[in-house]
């Protein structure tokens, strides 16, 4: 079972108990134990697996929930979700994955409306019966109409990124187990970090394709076998996911891995391409059109294949047939951000709020990861939900990381500083939640907009453009807040507050948490067209929160961001003047 797997299945308990009116604490404890794994970048089956390891080494886990992972992970099974499954019908687990039904709504739903399908309640909202209902009106009907055709396109039911990520390092791991593997690789969409991925594409080297078959058959997490074939198997994974595998020989390796890396629109081009240079491309290798025998010109590397029609290598990510020919025939491929040019991070919650981990051990950490900064960017009081702070509780905060900063460099070489900071919320009136007084205090400010999402596109884009031009605002957080198969993002003319945020230099943040990766690749492209600097965040919630930047890394990659476009690959210093600059 994968990290995701149990994320999702906390998620759900947590669902489920909602609905059922359970009490909030135990409700909140499952949605935290869900966020918590979801943080998790090493699958915990490595870790169960190793005598010398326990769960209750990482950080915010306790007893109750090493013991519920340990139940998850030996039986694929939660006794709770069983009993659940049992006492509450079928279609309320439909309902409850519409974006914007939760738990209260599908109640109320359920009670007014005879629904045993996500079709009834379709038809329901056609027939203006919805509407009808205390509390629902119109609007609502009409969303919730959209949202069901989002729940039910087939797109938003792919993989996240980082959950197919988990499987790709299982199936590696074990096909590198097998003596007739020479080599293995995963290539397709998981290569180009795509933030979702449809099936996993594995390639392997060897002189004995039918052992190497039989060894992915035979792993314990092949659910099915779809077809068994000389070169090429497909089989059913975990969580119902296909993974392609092919056999190739050493000398068209790097062919078969452009070819099955794609995209197919990447490869189109490609190969039109090589045929006006006389040449023919095909998963074998390049080949001269019109010798005879169809010789094989370079085949075993990338970069010898990209080569032969004149092109530098071109990164995965940028593979996607948008501007990768035109900057590698011009010679000015970006020189893409890796997460070692990440010195800081800029937006991350404590308990003061809605985190899981203290100020100190967020700041420790940090420490552990090498960053050289953090912002301290807990949820303002319009966020009642996560007890969002006022004035005083935020000067509080920004009392006690003074102290914490001083006591960090009275340590010898201050390793960390800590900043300031605050997520605060643009509200739904318009304006910011906390007074230009306050906020020109802090040392970063990110503007979030988490209510009213549903305003008109004009509503929303004036919001935001107000939080934009304002001098205390650093950052825009999550500027369109999609969540990825859950959420469309809200109505906003994004290319308005591009050109607003590069008039007043305020950064747009990618926020890497997996399920957000917001901005995403196109629209940090345009952004980065207008010259618009860049801050990826993890927003971590917790201290394994702040694993996920290199998601984000992934997502700034596949709109070409390069180092200089992020501020947090600054020095804090540089940092500083920048901000300093626009006050
Ligand atoms: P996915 O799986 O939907 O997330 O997306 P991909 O890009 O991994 O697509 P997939 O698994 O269907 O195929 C993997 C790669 O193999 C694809 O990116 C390019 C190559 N490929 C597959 N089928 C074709 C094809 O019909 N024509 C071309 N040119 N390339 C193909
Ligand atoms: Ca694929
Ligand atoms: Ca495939
Ligand atoms: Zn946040």
Redesign the pocket.
Known sequence: MTNAEIALIFDHVADLLEYQGSNVFRVRAYRNASRLVQGIVEPLATIRDDPDRSFLDLDGIGKDLAKKLETLLDSGQLPMLKQLEEEVPQVVFDLMRVPGLGPKKVKLLMAEIELESLDDLEKACQDGRVSLLKGFGKKTESTILSNIAFAKNPENS?LLWNE?DQIVQLVVKWMKECKAVQQVEA??????G?E??????ILVESHQPSEVMSHLVAWEHTDQVIVQGDTKTSIRGPRGI?I?MRVVAKESFGAAWQ??????????RL?SRAKKLGLSIN?YGVSQLDQSGGKIVAGQSEKELYKAVGLEWIPPEL?ENHREFEFAENHQLPKLITIDDICGDLHMHTTATDGEATLLEMATASIARGLRYIAITDHSKRVTMARGLDDTRLYEQWEAIDQLNQSLASDGGSPLVVLKGIEVDILEKGGLDLSDEVLSHADWVVASLHYGQQQSQEQITGRLLDAVCNPYVSCIGHPTGRLINRRPAYKVDLQCIINAAAEHGTCLEINANPWRLDLDDRCAAAAKEAEVKFAISTDAHSTIGLDVMRCGILQARRAGLEARDVVNTMPLSKLKELIQKRH
């Open positions: 792919r197919a290539a397709g969409s998981w290569r180009r795509k979702t991925v449809g099936d996993i594409d296909q392609d070819y099955f890396t794609g995209s197919k629109e990447h490869n189109v190969r998963e593979r």
